[in-house]
Every structure is written in structure tokens, then in C-alpha cells.
């Protein structure tokens, strides 16, 4: 894995992140990204903004939601951001997969090599999962419904004490894509 440290398209990052020590409420200044992120207060650690469905009639399980590393490196962010999106992806389509009759449901993909940026308090790290889905039933009378994909790629941004998630849209990240914030969300909080 490589590692690129973008402190022109990071550097805002850093500062407003200094202030996160007591998770207190704040901005994180635009980099030459235009991203703006807001810092999570003590009471928004308690709302985070994560698909937590049930299992579905056919026996799809939802997939639980990784920690915060420890200790935050190119490689234990790598691991929790691939884990982690592959577990949003899975939770978010099981109400569809229940109500379309899919009884398989698997997510492939990860972190590119080229997709980690670190500055000096947290890191930028894109992603691209795709999600598979189909009916395996083939037992008359069940129609088997339609097999399909779906690829998505999203930006997550994690420090020690919180990540937010940015959906990025379809299709995969493309090398040289820059991080982007428009529209974050809370997805962890460490304790």
C-alpha cells in the first residue's frame, strides 16, 4: 500500500481536528478540496448514522460494524474502512434484498493502494465496494429473481476518536481522485 500525505489538500483538516481532543463541537477548515467537516459533539456520539437492519426472511444476517483501530496506521485505516463499508453496504441493501426475495447477498472490493492520505491527525481513505446480490433458490414453484451488481465508491475520513462517511456514488474511485466531504456523515465514535 502506498501512502500519500496531501497536506495542501489536507492541511485544514489537521487544525480543525486539533480541537476534536474533547470531541467538542467545531468546523474543519476547507482544503484546496472545498471540503468542510463538522466535529461530532459528545451527544452526536450517541446518533451515528448507520444502516442497522434486521435479518431478512431468507436468512441474510446483518454483518456488524468494526471498531476504530487503536492505533491508526495506512494499514489498520485500510482494514477498517474496507470492513466497515463492506458492513454498510451489506445492512443497507437488506431491506431490499427481503423485499425482491434475494437470498444472497456478498460485497467485494476495498481501499486502492493510491487512496490513503494522511495528515498528521487522521486519514483520508477512499473506497470502492461492490455489492453482488441474487436468488439462489431454485426449488419450483420460486422464481429466482434476477442476479445483479452494484458498485459504489465513498471517502471516509478517520481520526482516533471518530469516522465520517461520504457516499461518493457509482462506479469506482478513479487513481488521482482527491478526497471529498459534501455531504459526511457520523458512522463511529470511540469510546
Request: proline share 9%; with cysteine.
Amino acid at each position: 500500500m502506498s501512502l500519500h500525505t496531501r497536506r495542501d489538500a489536507l492541511a485544514g483538516v489537521a487544525a480543525g481536528i486539533t480541537a476534536l481532543a474533547g470531541c467538542t463541537q467545531g468546523r474543519i477548515g476547507s482544503g484546496a478540496t472545498g471540503y468542510d467537516i463538522t466535529t461530532p459533539s459528545s451527544e452526536d456520539c450517541g446518533e451515528l448514522s448507520v444502516p442497522e437492519p434486521t435479518a431478512t426472511d431468507s436468512g441474510l444476517e446483518p454483518k456488524p460494524y468494526p471498531s476504530i483501530p487503536s492505533q491508526l496506521s495506512p494499514p489498520s485505516v485500510d482494514a477498517f474502512v474496507t470492513e466497515f463499508e463492506r458492513a454498510y453496504r451489506h445492512n443497507e441493501f437488506l431491506p431490499q434484498a427481503d423485499r425482491s426475495g434475494y437470498d444472497t447477498v456478498l460485497t467485494e472490493g476495498g481501499v486502492p493502494d493510491w487512496a490513503v492520505f494522511e495528515d498528521g491527525t487522521g486519514y483520508a481513505v477512499g473506497v470502492n465496494v461492490t455489492l453482488k446480490y441474487g436468488d439462489n433458490e431454485t426449488t419450483p414453484p420460486a422464481t429466482q429473481a434476477p442476479f445483479g451488481t452494484a458498485p459504489k465508491r465513498a471517502w471516509y475520513y478517520v481520526t482516533p476518536r471518530f469516522a465520517v462517511r461520504d457516499e461518493a456514488g457509482d462506479g469506482d474511485l478513479s487513481t488521482g481522485d482527491e478526497p471529498r466531504f459534501d455531504d459526511p456523515v457520523l458512522v463511529a465514535c470511540s469510546d
